[in-house]
T-cell receptor, first 117, second 111 residues
Framework: DTAVSQTPKYLVTQMGNDKSIKCEQN?????MYWYKQDSKKFLKIMFS???????INETVPNRFSPKSPDKAHLNLHINSLELGDSAVYFC????????????????FGEGSRLTVL | SQKIEQNSEALNIQEGKTATLTCNYT??????LQWYRQDPGRGPVFLLL?????KEKRKERLKVTFDTTLKQSLFHITASQPADSATYLC??????????FGKGTTLSVSS
């Protein structure tokens, strides 16, 4: 069974479109994250949710809206896509946190490669 | 400004040798530091965690050190194998943040 699964794995779309990436974890973790990995392979935190509540939002444009319907799911919706949004987006989860800090290892999904044309 | 630097983008070594990767940080006071491995087209996979009060941690052929005075962690792979070829990421946590990653070092082990 896949611990952290993301869909779709690949997404190619035109500038200006709206798209969503879904993430689900079956590890029973309380905390989930979205990271963006750019073309230079730099992995940067975007959002962190603890038990469905947003706890970290790292100066991400408000075109990006995370939604957590329950603690096992954290979806990412992106409006009005721009060329610079092209990247690989990783979802991750970890055990319960204190004050927003991860308490242990992160479990990552396989990534969703978004290409904006 | 706050920085995490992995000072080699790429490291090439021969099979059997020890690979040593460096992670330096500035203007952070991390509670602990982690190392991950990332293969092409895959998500990062956790390898080791070392806390600020620990000097060294080992797991099989892997060893991590953490020097809070030097603000540095070293990651060693002994008896390296071609299968160890991957990108290795260091990451740290301090209060109120999620895990923050360095840019990674891509290790190539040739047979």
């Amino acid at each position: 069974d896949t611990a952290v699964s993301q869909t779709p794995k690949y997404l190619v779309t035109q500038m200006g479109n709206d798209k969503s990436i879904k993430c689900e974890q079956n590890l029973g973790h309380d905390t989930m994250y979205w990271y963006k990995q750019d073309s230079k392979k730099f992995l940067k935190i975007m959002f962190s949710y603890n038990n469905k509540e947003l706890i970290i939002n790292e100066t991400v444009p408000n075109r990006f809206s995370p939604k957590s319907p329950d603690k096992a799911h954290l979806n990412l919706h992106i409006n009005s896509l721009e060329l610079g949004d092209s990247a690989v987006y990783f979802c991750a989860s970890s055990r319960p946190t204190s004050g927003g800090a991860a308490s242990g290892e992160l479990f990552f999904g396989e990534g969703s490669r978004l290409t904006v044309l | 400004s706050q920085k995490i630097e992995q000072n080699s983008e790429a490291l090439n070594i021969q099979e059997g040798k020890t690979a040593t990767l460096t992670c330096n940080y500035t203007n952070y006071s991390p509670a602990y530091l982690q190392w991950y491995r990332q293969d092409p087209g895959r998500g990062p996979v956790f390898l080791l965690l070392i806390r600020e009060n620990e000097k060294e941690k080992r797991k099989e052929r892997l060893k991590v050190t953490f020097d809070t005075t030097l603000k540095q962690s070293l990651f060693h792979i002994t008896a390296s194998q071609p299968a160890d070829s991957a990108t290795y990421l260091c990451a740290l946590v301090q209060a109120g943040t999620a895990l923050i990653f360095g840019k990674g070092t891509t290790l190539s082990v040739s047979s």
